[in-house]
């Protein structure tokens, strides 16, 4: 029982760090440290640093938090911790 | 239909609505006053959450802002946005699970210690109530310049509607009028965005009309307003940075951690059924969030278009700056400018007495663009332009009917209000669930804590009021101020609790002090001792910006770093926590049980 709760948790731990090193890498990375360099590409009207800046980290935000539910609601039902109906809480007490 | 009248009716419908809502969502246990009976759905709540973010500087301020700073306003953009995904996967589902009404409870449980709660109650307070006091002073300024109303006059009436529906119906009454609220205010900015992206490049996206080439010519927009904005000295619009790169990065950063540890904001996700809905929750409040927050930087950019080709003519007729007809004639200027004139956000003065209007950087780093505006007679920039200018005179810039002009009115308030009365919930739970009953009378009736947590509202709004009329002189500086103490105190001992079994009492308080003071005493050091004019002391740090040139607003997750170092140090030299908080706080990581939420300890 221990056990699973520990693999639970570490693979709980290694979703968080790809989406955390995602969500640091695009809005930090793309859209700040390497600008610069990134601005000499155009997307229609727009510089692409500017463009990660202004629009798209937003979008990939949104994204990265669909994508974190989705993934984490299957490692839940996988290790058995999921809720038992989204509509109708449990009462059980700990 | 006279402009006044327009106005008037929009913001009364508005009001009406609000009102109505009032009466139908009364609160009729703890748990509606709270939490309004945690069972807000998530697209709901995320519509709720949304117009609880986006304050009066959001919908009036950050457009002006970003049309100022280029590319260095993302740093609001990519900071209030980024925050959520902290929040999402490192807070939101875990606090939900845990059940609670209020963010110290968890504190207070995980940490079993009232001092580690009285210290998380504080820092709560303090970024609530210097974050308020923004926001009735734009209720005031959004009454006043509307509805042509005093300051005073509007700090009552927003005072007034908000108890209606704070007092009697709790976080249940805020809940749905945030959604009224939220469809207002996007209805109210998204409208004039579209028809101004329409106008200038014939795309009526603006997300879209951003990266366009302006209407019937072979030139992107932006790469044009680079050319015209350096042609005047500024910087290029497209990388102008706010200080150095690391500032930027730490600027964002703190505004990311603060917004992730605003306890007004982790609130709402404590009104969703369970755990999976408080995880979609947060995206659907990215997603509302979104559309406000991809328009502005296009409001900002086109507005600043519009803005330089009205003042100076020249540009678009292609003769240089520096040509005397290229600069508008003073006596020739639209209407707008005039009306705004009036209210002191716009400022014309003739240094040079040619009848023109130059508007320029006269703080150029360029020496040759001003060893050439000296030699077109130029003596200093004559137009002051404030950056809330943008939103509020946008929909007459762009030459719109009335009817949007009184619509931006109703949002502007909207905004204003949705927030207050969120930031007042989580003062007013403060008081009455964790001081009150958390505290000083434990025993007291589930009937006697609905009674005291209205009175608790009740006495809240009536003081944040009081602030708003007689703002301290600070008033401006609290906003950033409040970031910085969530993301130095706040956030930090969340996470510790739900991803450190061994964090233990002493390491968190510790952790949130440290933080805290290194983020105020920076703060000080710039703004004064508790803001009061004449005590700043930077000459004792080594002068402004002097750590690592970053500014006071980018100091928080520098604090918040500190307190993490410092909670790990002083865990390492205590005892563990007790048996039962390790399975405390196994159950809080397990989704499965997430129960309706009690506030019974």
Redesign the interface.
């Known amino acids: 029982m221990a056990k699973k709760?520990r693999s639970?948790?570490s693979t709980?731990l290694r979703l968080?760090g790809i989406?955390?090193a995602i969500?640091a890498g695009v809005?930090?990375g793309l859209?700040?440290?390497l600008?610069?360099l990134l601005?000499h590409i155009?997307?229609?009207?727009?510089?692409l640093g500017?463009?990660f800046?202004?629009?798209g980290?937003?979008?990939l935000?949104?994204i990265?938090?669909?994508v974190?539910?989705k993934l984490?609601?299957r490692i839940?039902r996988k290790f058995d911790?999921?809720?038992?109906s989204?509509?109708k809480?449990?009462?059980?007490?700990? | 239909m006279s402009l006044q009248v327009a106005t008037y009716i929009a913001v009364g419908l508005s009001f009406l609505l609000y009102l109505g809502i009032a009466v139908w969502s009364r609160a009729k246990s703890t748990s509606d006053f709270y939490v309004a009976g945690a069972s807000v759905g998530p697209v709901v709540n995320g519509m709720a959450t949304a117009a609880d973010w986006m304050s009066a500087a959001s919908f009036i301020s950050m457009a002006g802002m970003i049309s100022n700073m280029g590319y260095g306003g993302s740093v609001f953009l990519m900071g209030w946005t980024g925050g959520f995904v902290l929040l999402a996967m490192l807070l939101a589902p875990y606090l939900r699970k845990f059940g609670k009404f209020t963010v110290s409870q968890f504190i207070r449980d995980r940490f079993y210690s009232k001092t580690a709660a009285a210290v998380a109650v504080l820092c709560l307070l303090v970024a609530s109530i210097t974050y308020i006091i923004g926001q009735m002073t734009g209720v005031g300024v959004a009454f006043s310049r509307f509805l042509g109303v005093s300051n005073d006059v509007g700090i009552y009436i927003g005072m007034a509607i908000v108890f209606a529906y704070a007092v009697f119906g709790g976080m249940k009454g805020i809940t749905y009028t945030q959604v009224a609220q939220y469809c207002v205010m996007t209805f109210a900015y998204v409208i004039p965005a579209i028809f101004i992206a329409f106008y200038l490049t014939g795309n009526p996206i603006p997300q879209l009309g951003l990266g366009a080439n302006l209407r019937g010519e072979n030139i992107a927009l932006l790469t044009r307003l680079d050319q015209v904005v350096t042609d005047l000295g500024f910087k290029e619009y497209t990388t102008a940075l706010p200080g150095s790169m690391l500032n930027m990065v730490l600027f964002t950063l703190t505004l990311m951690i603060g917004t992730a540890g605003l306890p007004h904001v982790i609130m709402r996700f404590f009104t969703v059924p369970n755990v999976a809905a408080a995880r979609r929750s947060a995206g659907w409040t990215l997603v509302f969030i979104a559309v406000l927050y991809t328009t502005a930087p296009a409001v900002g950019a086109m507005a600043k278009y519009n803005l330089h080709k009205t003042v100076t003519p020249g540009i678009e007729q292609n003769i240089g700056v520096f040509e005397p007809e290229a600069s508008l004639v003073g006596e020739e200027r639209p209407d707008w400018m005039k009306r705004w004139e009036k209210t002191g956000l716009l400022h014309w003065e003739d240094k040079n007495n040619d009848g023109r209007i130059q508007y320029y950087n006269d703080a150029s780093s360029d020496e040759e663009f001003l060893a050439n505006a000296q030699a077109a007679g130029w003596q200093g920039n004559e137009l002051s332009v404030n950056a809330d200018i943008i939103v509020l005179a946008n929909p007459e810039i762009a030459l719109l009917p009335f009817w949007v002009i009184a619509l931006v009115a109703a949002g502007g308030i909207a905004a204003a209000l949705s927030t207050a009365a969120g930031l007042l919930m989580a003062i007013s739970s403060a008081i009455s669930h964790d001081l009150i009953k958390g505290i000083f009378a434990p025993k007291i009736s589930e009937k006697s804590e609905l009674l005291t947590g209205k009175i608790s509202m009740a006495v809240s709004i009536i003081v944040a009021g009081w602030l708003g009329l007689n703002p301290p002189g600070f008033a401006a500086g609290t906003v950033a101020l409040a970031f910085g103490i969530a993301a130095s105190s706040l956030f930090p001992a969340l996470m510790m609790g739900v991803f450190f079994v061994k964090m233990n009492k002493e390491g968190v308080i510790a952790g949130m002090l440290a933080g805290l003071s290194v983020t105020l005493f920076y703060v000080f050091a710039h703004k004064g001792l508790f803001f009061i004019q004449g005590t700043q002391y930077t000459h004792l740090i080594g002068g402004p910006n002097s750590f690592f040139g970053i500014t006071p607003e980018a100091i928080g997750a520098v604090g918040a770093m500190v307190n993490f170092a410092v909670a790990f140090i002083v865990k390492r030299f205590t005892k563990n926590p007790p048996e039962h908080i390790q399975a405390l706080v196994e159950s809080v990581r397990s989704p499965r049980g997430a129960k309706a939420v009690k506030g019974a300890h």
Do not use: C
Not at chain 1, 42 to 47: A, I, L, N
Not at chain 1, 89 to 94: E, T, W
């Open positions: 709760k639970y948790w709980t968080l989406i955390l969500w809005s930090l859209s700040i440290i600008a610069p601005n155009m997307m229609g009207g727009y510089p500017f463009w800046a202004q629009q980290s937003i979008y935000f949104i990265l938090i669909f974190y539910a984490m609601g839940d911790v999921h809720e038992e989204e509509k809480p449990s009462r059980n007490r700990r």
